[in-house]
C-alpha cells in the first residue's frame, strides 16, 4: 500500500466512520437494471467490512479471489479461493436472483441453517473495474451486515475506495470492522 495513502488511511477513517448511524445506502442510486452476464467472471476482493469482523481478522485475511459463474441464465455459482500457506481453501455457495435488479438470495445449503437467510445486493458496478456488495444475514438471535469491495484486478481508482467507505457509514460499520487483505506487492490501490 503507498505510504501516503496508508497514512490517509489511519488518520481520516476514525473521524469518517465514528458516530455515523444511517442504516440503508443513502447516496447510491437504485440499480435500475443488472446485466448478468458483464457480472459474472473473476473478482478480486480487496476490502471487507461487517459486523462479524474485527481487528483480530486482520491477520486471518489473506487475499482472495471470488468467481462469479452464471448457470441457466439466471442464478450464480459463487466460488471463492484462499491461499493459506502452501493450501488452497475454498468455499461455494448459490445466488438465486430476486425480482429486485442485482439483488440475490443464498441458496441454504450445508453448514447454513434453514432458518438463517441471506440477501445480497450489488449497491454499484461498473462491470469492469469495481463492485460494490452488501450482504445481510438475519440468524435466529441477529443480523450480520458485511460490505464488500471487489475489484477485476488489484489495482482501483482510490474514488471506489470512497465509495467503499461510504456505503459502509451508510450500515453504521466502525473503524474496528474493517478488514483489507495484505496485498503487498499487487498494486493494491491505483492512482486513478
Given at each position: 500500500?503507498d505510504?501516503?495513502?496508508?497514512?490517509?488511511l489511519?488518520f481520516t477513517?476514525p473521524?469518517i466512520?465514528?458516530g455515523q448511524?444511517?442504516?440503508?445506502p443513502?447516496?447510491?442510486?437504485?440499480?435500475?437494471?443488472?446485466e448478468?452476464?458483464k457480472?459474472?467472471?473473476?473478482?478480486?476482493?480487496?476490502?471487507?467490512?461487517?459486523?462479524?469482523?474485527?481487528?483480530?481478522h486482520?491477520?486471518?485475511l489473506?487475499?482472495?479471489?471470488?468467481?462469479?459463474?452464471?448457470?441457466?441464465n439466471?442464478?450464480?455459482?459463487?466460488?471463492n479461493s484462499m491461499?493459506?500457506?502452501?493450501?488452497?481453501?475454498?468455499?461455494?455457495?448459490?445466488?438465486i436472483?430476486?425480482?429486485k435488479p442485482?439483488?440475490?438470495?443464498?441458496e441454504?445449503k450445508g453448514?447454513r441453517?434453514e432458518?438463517?437467510k441471506?440477501?445480497?445486493?450489488?449497491?454499484?458496478?461498473d462491470?469492469i473495474?469495481f463492485s460494490?456488495?452488501?450482504?445481510?444475514?438475519?440468524?435466529s438471535?441477529?443480523t450480520?451486515?458485511r460490505?464488500?469491495?471487489?475489484?477485476?484486478?488489484?489495482?482501483?481508482?482510490?474514488?471506489?475506495?470512497d465509495?467503499?467507505?461510504c456505503l459502509?457509514?451508510t450500515?453504521?460499520?466502525?473503524?474496528?470492522n474493517f478488514?483489507?487483505?495484505?496485498?503487498?506487492?499487487n498494486?493494491?490501490?491505483?492512482?486513478g
Amino acid at each position: 500500500m503507498d505510504p501516503w495513502w496508508a497514512l490517509w488511511l489511519i488518520f481520516t477513517l476514525p473521524q469518517i466512520l465514528e458516530g455515523q448511524t444511517p442504516t440503508k445506502p443513502q447516496g447510491f442510486p437504485q440499480m435500475s437494471n443488472f446485466e448478468s452476464d458483464k457480472f459474472q467472471g473473476e473478482w478480486f476482493v480487496l476490502g471487507l467490512e461487517g459486523t462479524a469482523y474485527n481487528r483480530e481478522h486482520r491477520a486471518l485475511l489473506n487475499p482472495y479471489i471470488t468467481l462469479f459463474e452464471l448457470k441457466n441464465n439466471s442464478h450464480f455459482q459463487v466460488t471463492n479461493s484462499m491461499t493459506r500457506g502452501k493450501r488452497c481453501d475454498i468455499w461455494s455457495y448459490t445466488l438465486i436472483p430476486t425480482s429486485k435488479p442485482g439483488q440475490f438470495t443464498v441458496e441454504n445449503k450445508g453448514e447454513r441453517s434453514e432458518t438463517d437467510k441471506e440477501d445480497i445486493q450489488v449497491i454499484e458496478t461498473d462491470y469492469i473495474k469495481f463492485s460494490l456488495v452488501l450482504s445481510i444475514r438475519q440468524t435466529s438471535s441477529h443480523t450480520i451486515t458485511r460490505v464488500s469491495l471487489l475489484g477485476r484486478n488489484w489495482r482501483i481508482p482510490r474514488k471506489m475506495v470512497d465509495r467503499f467507505i461510504c456505503l459502509t457509514r451508510t450500515q453504521n460499520l466502525t473503524k474496528n470492522n474493517f478488514v483489507f487483505p495484505d496485498v503487498t506487492g499487487n498494486g493494491f490501490l491505483g492512482s486513478g
